[in-house]
């Protein structure tokens, strides 16, 4: 379209430009996957490295467990009294956790 002196109009002029500039193609998002609850820790809930097993039965990051208990008697989990303060590895689960942060990169961390 021109204007009534032959000129293209603003509009169109716009237009055009507009289609001449190439377009980027956009990079595909990282999928986020998500960390499956038993591997979080019930207090930072940030995957476990160290996880170690309360009395309670629940596993915990163990410096999360230690500073708790450092305050209190009590399970985070269930508030209950606990016997005692042991922590015992998890060996089970850091491996299993270990697997699972090597399959997803250092993002599932």
Request: charged share 20%; net charge negative.
């Amino acid at each position: 379209q021109r204007s009534e002196h032959g000129q293209r109009t603003v509009a169109q002029s716009a237009v055009e430009a507009h289609a001449e500039v190439p377009v980027a193609p956009v990079a595909p998002q990282e999928e986020e996957c998500e960390v499956p609850h038993e591997y979080a820790c019930p207090i930072t809930l940030k995957v476990m490295l160290d996880p170690v097993m309360a009395m309670d039965g629940h596993s915990y990051e163990r410096s999360a467990i230690e500073n708790w208990l450092a305050h209190k008697q009590t399970s985070p989990k269930t508030n209950a009294v606990l016997a005692n303060k042991m922590l015992i590895a998890n060996h089970t689960l850091r491996a299993v956790i270990s697997e699972w942060v090597e399959k997803h990169g250092p993002a599932a961390r």
